[in-house]
Structures are given as structure tokens and as C-alpha cells.
């Protein structure tokens, strides 16, 4: 089961460890990527609704295999989470992110958001956010250009000390984004206890609004609630102008989907940035 470690949360159970031959051998794999230097960012903008600017790009891994070419995150996120490699690839990403983004700043772009995607068994570190900020600081990346992405099974596993760890990245101008959001959980009373920034309405919700289900009446009620907790919702996964349209009546704030192409590299994000209305 879950439960609570000595030194903090534990959301991993050792007997989730699997070690068939498959996972053995990835588990090779993924160490000699992170040796060799397999991996590779892409960037999503995220565009506000009203305006069409871009406000921020997630940083998404890719894994560019010697053999077996580009491979998702879906197929080897899971496994670096069960071998623990997701903190030597956490650091990758969050470093080699910094690292680009920062120069974007530096040229101007100096509102943009740089979102990153945090595994549980990161957050589960006692020095998580020792090192986060020191990461940050050793690629002069600043705080307020940072946002963090969390699960609500994250947020919600421990309360108060996921108050501790956000208020203190808080300090450092270091938002929060709950990704995912409305799938997960039916309790909500955790976000008001948690310095939250931006809710992220799930792309599955993204199809109702398509078919004109009844389920898009969810959509709206995640908009008007983080509308009244003064939180920014970015709809995910969206990719057509229908979408677009319904979301903007609904007074949602920004857009993040294949409308705008899929995740690119940090060169053509640049170019993306220069553009300047996309909607
Ligand atoms: P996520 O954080 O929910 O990321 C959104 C996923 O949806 C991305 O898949 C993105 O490419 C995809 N997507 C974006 N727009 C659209 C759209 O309009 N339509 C559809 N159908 N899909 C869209 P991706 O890149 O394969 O990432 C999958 C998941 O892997 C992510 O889900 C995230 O949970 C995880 N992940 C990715 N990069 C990292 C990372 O650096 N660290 C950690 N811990 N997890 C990561
Ligand atoms: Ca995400
Ligand atoms: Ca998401
Ligand atoms: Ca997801």
C-alpha cells in the first residue's frame, strides 16, 4: 500500500518493481542513453485565448534510440520511475530546459513560462527543492520563469508536506500547475490549502467539447471554479478552432494542442516566439 516514509512521502511500493527481462533491459538502455546523451526536449507553447501570445512552453523528453528511433515518454517514463533513473532524468531535462530557455529570456521573451513535468519519486526526495533552486541558480534561471507541472495524486498524497515544499519553491517565485486536472480525484478542498497557480483541464475533456457531449458541462464548471479561486486554466490537448471558440466563451485563459502543431525543438519554439498572434 501506500504510505509515508521515514524521510517523507513515498508514493512507490517496492513490490511494484518489476523486473521482467523487458524492463531489465531497458533499465541498460535508459542508463546508457543518459551516458551517451539520447535524450532530447520538445516545447508546446501555450497561447493565451484573448490575445494569441504565447505565455509559456512545456518541456516534453523524447529519446532518440540508436535502433529503435524516437520512442515516447508513455513507454520509458515508467520505467525510469521504477528504477529511480527519473532523478538523473529529471535533472537532465530540468538542466539542458534551463539552459535554452534561458537565452529566450535573455533576448527579451522575458514573460514566458518554462513548465516542467515532476515525477512523484523526484518530489519524494528530501532535497528536492534544495536542488531545484540550485539547479536553477547554476543555469541563471529565474524563479518566476518557472513553473512546475504536479499530479493531483502528487498534491493530494500529503498535504502538509507538499504546503511545505510549494510554499518554499513559492518563495522563489516558482509556480505551481496541477496537471491532468479533473480526472484524478473527487475531493477539491486540497487546492485552496496549496499555493496553486494554474489548473490544467485534461485533454480528455477536449472531445466533449468536440461532439458537443453533455460531459463538456465539466469543462466549464473546472473554468468558472478556477475562474473564482483566481487560478490560470490551460486546456490541454486542444486541436481544432472549435475547441478554441467554446473555450474562449467559457472564459478560459490559455490553449496548449496539436492545433498549434506537435511539440517542436527549441529552435523552431524561438521562431514560434517571434510570431506574433496566433489565434
Ligand atoms: P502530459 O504532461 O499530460 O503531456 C501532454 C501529452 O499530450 C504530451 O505527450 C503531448 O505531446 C500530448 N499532446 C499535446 N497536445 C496534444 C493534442 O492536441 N492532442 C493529443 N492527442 N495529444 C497531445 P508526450 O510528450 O508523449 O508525453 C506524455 C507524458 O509523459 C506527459 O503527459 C508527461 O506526463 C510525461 N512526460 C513527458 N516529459 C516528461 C519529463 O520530462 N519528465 C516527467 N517526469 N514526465 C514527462
Ligand atoms: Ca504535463
Ligand atoms: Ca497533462
Ligand atoms: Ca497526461
Known sequence: AK??????IQFFDKGMKTSSPHHLA??????????????????????????????GFEALVRWNHPEKGKIRPCEFIPVAEETRLIEDLGDWVLHHACCEVREWIKKGHDTIRLSVNISP????????VENFVH????????????????TESILMADLEHMAQILNHLHKHSITVAIDDFGIG?????????L??????????FMQSIQNETDESCLVNAIIAM????HLCTVAEGVETMTQIKYLQNQGCDAVQGYYFG??????KCLRFLEETTLI
Open 3 to 8: 504510505g509515508r516514509g521515514k524521510k517523507g
Open 26 to 55: 531497458m533499465e541498460r538502455d535508459l542508463r546508457r542513453a543518459l551516458k551517451n546523451n539520447e535524450f532530447e526536449i520538445v516545447y508546446q507553447p501555450q497561447i493565451t485565448i484573448n490575445t494569441g501570445k504565447v505565455i
Open 121 to 128: 519519486l523526484q518530489i519524494e526526495n528530501p532535497l528536492f
Open 135 to 150: 539547479m536553477l541558480d547554476t543555469c541563471q534561471f529565474p524563479g518566476k520563469n518557472m513553473e512546475i507541472e504536479l
Open 185 to 193: 480525484y473527487s475531493s477539491l478542498s486540497y487546492i485552496q490549502k
Open 195 to 204: 499555493p496553486i497557480h494554474t489548473l490544467k483541464i485534461d485533454q480528455s
Open 226 to 229: 478556477g475562474k473564482g479561486l
Open 262 to 267: 506537435e511539440p517542436r525543438s527549441g529552435e
